[in-house]
C-alpha cells in the first residue's frame, strides 16, 4: 500500500488512566484508522537498548535502571510522585523522542486517517494542538477510572488515585476535546461511539 498523504487528518485521542483509550484505539483501528500509541513508544525508548535510556542514567542515575538495562518503572514511578520536578526531567528526555517517532512512523501507517493515542495530551496542549486536528476525550468517572485500574494492575486504590491526581482533571480534558465518547457502559456502547466516530472522521476526510 502506497504512503499515506501528509495531510491526512490527524486525531488526538487521550483520556486518563483507566479510560479506555486503547479500547476506543483498537476499535477505530479495526475500522480503518491508522494507530500510533504515545506509550508504546515510550516502552521502546526505555526499553533495553532504547534510545532514551542512556539520558535517563545520565540524568537520574542507576538506581532507575534495571538489571535487564530498561527503566525501572516502579523506582521511576516512585522518584517523580516523591519529587514533581522530577517528572518535567523524566518528560523533557522522552517527549521528544515520543514525537519525533510519531513523525516518522504516521507517514507509512496506512489508513485512513490518523489517531495518535497521547495518554498526556492535555498536559502538553499548547505542543499537542498543533500536531492534530481534533482532540477525541474517552470520559468516565474518577471512580470507575480508580475500579478498571485497581482490577487490571493490582496497585494500591490510594495509589492510584495520586496517578489520577497528577493527570489534568477532566474538566480540563472535556474543556479541550472537540469530541468526546463517554465509556462508563459495556463494550457495545463503546462499539456504537466507535462507528458514529469513525463515520464522522471518513466524512472530514472526504469533504462530506
Not at 493515542?117 to 492535555?122: A, F, I, N, R
Request: one cysteine or more; proline letters at 6%; charged letters at 20%.
Amino acid at each position: 500500500m502506497a504512503d499515506a498523504p501528509p495531510q491526512r487528518l490527524r486525531v488526538g485521542l487521550t483520556g486518563g488512566i483507566g479510560s479506555g483509550k486503547s479500547a476506543l484505539a483498537a476499535l477505530l483501528a479495526e475500522r480503518g484508522a491508522a494507530v500510533l500509541d504515545a506509550d508504546a513508544l515510550a516502552h521502546e525508548l526505555t526499553a533495553p537498548g532504547g534510545a532514551a535510556i542512556e539520558p535517563i542514567r545520565a540524568a537520574f542515575g542507576p538506581a532507575v535502571i534495571d538489571a535487564r538495562g530498561a527503566l525501572d518503572r516502579a523506582a521511576m514511578r516512585a522518584l517523580v510522585f516523591a519529587q514533581p520536578a522530577q517528572r518535567a526531567r523524566l518528560e523533557a528526555i522522552l517527549h521528544p523522542r515520543i514525537g519525533q517517532a510519531l513523525r516518522e512512523r504516521a507517514p507509512s501507517t496506512p489508513g485512513a486517517y490518523l489517531v495518535l493515542v497521547v495518554p498526556l495530551l492535555v498536559e502538553s496542549l499548547a505542543r499537542w494542538r498543533a500536531e492534530v486536528d481534533r482532540i477525541v476525550v474517552v470520559d468516565c468517572p474518577e471512580a470507575l477510572q480508580v475500579q478498571r485500574v485497581v482490577a487490571r494492575s493490582a496497585l494500591p486504590e490510594a495509589q492510584v488515585r495520586a496517578i489520577i491526581a497528577a493527570q489534568a482533571t477532566r474538566a480540563a480534558r472535556l474543556a479541550a476535546a472537540d469530541d468526546v465518547v463517554d465509556n462508563q457502559g459495556d463494550l457495545t456502547a463503546l462499539q456504537r461511539q466507535a462507528d458514529a466516530l469513525h463515520q464522522r472522521y471518513l466524512e472530514r476526510v472526504h469533504g462530506t
